[in-house]
C-alpha cells in the first residue's frame, strides 16, 4: 500500500499547534511580532535560546516548537504574516513575570516588530476571587471587561490596553479546569487580542485612502455630468481619457488595499470564533469581553468594510460610465460612417456618370478613327471600280458607331461580371 506524500504533513496539521498545559498559580507572557521584507529567522533565535537553555531545538523550517525548561515552558508558532512566542511560569506574581526564564536581552534580538504584548495572570482557585478595588489597583481604572468562560469553570478580566512596560495585563481565575482546559482559556484570550490588532492593521490604511477615494468619486461624478453637456466627438474623447485616468487610480487603490482588507475580514472572523469559544456568562457589573469588542472593535471593521465597499462601488461606477461614453462614441462613428458612407455613394455615382460619358466619347473617338480608315478603303474601292462610293461612304458611318459601342459595352460588361466573381 502506497501512502500519499502529504500524508502525514496533513495529518500532523491537525496537531501541530496544541495549547500549553497551565497549572494555577502560574505567569504567561504572550508576545507577537510582524515580519517585513529584508528581516531575520525568528526560527534562527529560537534554535539560539534552546541551546542556551540545553533543550531540544526546532527542526529546519518548523512552522511550530514547544519545549520544557527550567520552572515553565516555551512555545513558537509561525504564521502568515506574524509569529508568536509564549512563556509559562510556575508560581504566583511575587516570583515576577515569565520572560523572567530567558536569558536577558533575547527577547530584544528578536526580529520584526512587536504587535502583541500581553502578561497574564492565572490564579489558582484557592486564592480569593479579586473585588472590583483589586482589579481597579492592578489595572489602573475601572473600564475592564471581565466574564465567567468555560461553562463557570474560570473567570477572565482584562482591559485590552497597553501600560506603561509595553503591555497589556490579563487575569484569569481558574475553578477547576484541567490544565489543558485551562491552558485553552489563556491561548482563546491571547489569540483575540492577536486577531484583534492584526486586524486592525487595516484601520489606518483605511483611514488613509479615504481622501483619495472622496477625490476619485468627485471626478466620476463630474465627468458624468459632462457627458451630458458634451456634443463634440473631440469632447467625448477626452471625457474618455479622463474615465481611462479614473479607473487606473481607482484599481491602484484596489490594489493596494485588498490584501489588508481581505485579511482584516479574516482575522476578524477568528476574534468572533474564539469569543463564542469561551462561553461567556454575564460576571456581576463587567462588561463581557464580546460586549467590550462589539462596541468597540466592530466599529473599527465596519469602517474598514465601508471602505472596501466604496472602492468596489467606485470602480463598478467608473466601469459603468466608460460604457456609456463608449457607446455614445460608438455610436457618434457610426453616424459618421454612414455620412462616410453616402458621400462615398454619391462620388460612386458621379464616376458612373464620369465613366458613361467618357465611354461615349470613346465610342465616338474610335468611331471616327474607324470611319476614317474605312473611308480611304472606300474611296480606293470606287476608283479601282470606277464608281460613286459616297453612299456606301455615307452608310457605313451609322454601322461603325454601333458596332464600336458594341464593342465596347460588351468589353464593359465583361469586366464587371470579372469584379463580380
Keep these: 500500500m502506497r501512502d500519499h506524500e502529504l500524508r502525514y504533513i496533513l495529518n500532523d496539521e491537525l496537531h501541530g499547534r496544541p495549547g500549553l498545559p497551565v497549572i494555577a498559580p502560574a505567569r504567561v507572557t504572550h508576545l507577537a511580532f510582524t515580519l517585513r521584507e529584508g528581516d531575520g529567522d525568528p526560527l534562527a533565535q529560537i534554535r ?9 531545538p526546532p527542526a529546519d523550517g518548523a512552522a511550530h516548537h514547544s519545549a520544557e525548561i527550567a520552572g515553565g515552558q516555551i512555545k513558537y508558532e509561525r504564521h502568515g504574516e506574524f509569529y508568536r512566542v509564549s512563556v509559562v511560569s510556575e508560581g504566583g506574581p ?3 513575570e515569565a520572560l523572567t526564564l530567558l536569558p536577558i536581552g533575547w527577547i530584544e534580538n528578536l526580529p520584526g516588530e512587536r504587535l502583541v504584548g500581553i502578561h497574564t495572570r492565572v490564579m489558582s482557585r484557592d486564592e480569593r476571587e479579586p473585588t472590583t478595588e483589586d482589579l481597579v489597583t492592578l489595572f489602573g481604572h475601572e473600564d475592564i471587561a471581565g466574564a465567567r468562560v468555560s461553562s463557570g469553570l474560570a473567570t477572565v478580566w482584562t482591559d485590552f490596553r497597553i501600560g506603561p512596560d509595553g503591555y497589556t495585563r490579563m487575569l484569569v481565575q481558574d475553578h477547576g479546569l484541567s490544565p489543558l482546559r485551562l491552558g485553552r482559556v489563556v491561548r482563546r ?3 483575540i487580542e492577536t486577531y484583534r490588532m492584526m486586524a486592525l492593521l487595516a484601520l489606518p490604511l483605511a483611514r488613509k485612502v479615504q481622501g483619495e477615494l472622496a477625490g476619485l468619486e468627485r471626478a466620476v461624478s ?4 459632462d457627458m451630458l453637456s458634451s456634443r463634440e466627438s473631440q469632447e467625448d474623447a ?10 487606473r487610480d481607482v484599481e491602484e487603490v484596489s490594489s493596494r488595499t485588498s490584501y489588508r482588507f481581505a485579511a482584516a475580514r479574516a482575522y476578524a472572523a477568528l476574534v468572533d470564533k474564539r469569543i463564542a469559544e469561551l462561553g461567556e456568562e454575564k460576571l456581576q457589573s463587567f462588561q463581557r469581553i464580546g460586549v467590550f469588542l462589539d462596541r468597540r472593535f ?3 471593521m465596519a469602517t474598514c468594510q465601508a471602505v472596501a465597499d466604496r472602492i468596489r462601488s467606485l470602480a463598478e461606477r467608473s466601469e459603468r460610465a466608460s460604457n456609456l461614453l463608449r457607446t455614445r462614441v460608438d455610436i457618434a462613428l457610426e453616424a459618421q460612417n454612414q455620412q462616410v ?3 462615398m455613394e454619391k462620388r460612386g455615382r458621379q464616376q458612373l456618370r464620369l465613366q458613361e460619358t467618357v465611354e461615349g466619347l470613346s465610342v465616338v473617338a474610335i468611331s471616327y478613327y474607324m470611319i476614317g480608315i474605312l473611308g480611304k478603303l472606300i474611296d480606293g474601292l470606287g476608283a479601282y471600280m470606277q464608281a460613286d462610293m459616297k ?20 468589353l464593359r460588361n465583361r469586366i464587371m461580371r470579372s469584379d463580380d466573381a
Excluded at 539560539?48 to 531540544?56: E, F, I, N, R, T
Excluded at 463630474?222 to 455630468?225: F, L
Aim: aromatic fraction near 4%; glycine fraction near 4%; charged fraction near 20%.
Design 48 to 56: 539560539l535560546l534552546c541551546d542556551a537553555l540545553g533543550v531540544k
Design 94 to 96: 511575587d516570583q515576577g
Design 222 to 225: 463630474k465627468v458624468t455630468a
Design 238 to 247: 477626452e471625457l474618455l481619457a479622463e474615465l481611462s485616468r479614473i479607473a
Design 391 to 410: 453612299i456606301v461612304s455615307l452608310l457605313s458611318v451609322p454601322l461603325v458607331v454601333l458596332a464600336v459601342w458594341y464593342a465596347v459595352r460588351r
Design 298 to 300: 466592530s466599529p473599527a
Design 189 to 191: 484570550i491571547h489569540e
Design 341 to 343: 458612407l453616402k458621400s
